[in-house]
């Protein structure tokens, strides 16, 4: 399958950084990137963000502050299961 639209590849651009892909879609996401420069550049940049992300440890956050980000993020649902 060939993107006609950059964009058609976000929609599965988390699970194929997580690994959670199916084969056929990372096969597609390949073959865009071996000719799209700037989706390998936005793929590879991600990927090494998320990378890092989980090598760092959870950083302490007050109740307030979490409250605070959680509301402006739109998670409040979140916020009950705790």
Not at 29 to 48: E, F, N, Q, S
Not at 51 to 68: H, S, V
Request: overall charge negative; charged content about 35%.
């Amino acid at each position: 399958m060939i993107h006609e639209n950059c964009h058609d590849l976000l929609d599965g651009l988390s699970d194929y950084l997580d690994g959670e892909a199916s084969a056929e879609l990372c096969a597609q996401i390949r073959r865009h990137m071996a000719g799209c420069d700037k989706c390998r550049v936005v793929v590879d940049t991600l990927g090494k963000t998320v990378k890092l992300y989980r090598q760092l440890p959870k950083p302490d956050m007050t109740e307030g502050a979490r409250e605070r980000l959680y509301k402006v993020l739109d998670l409040s649902d979140l916020l009950r299961d705790k």
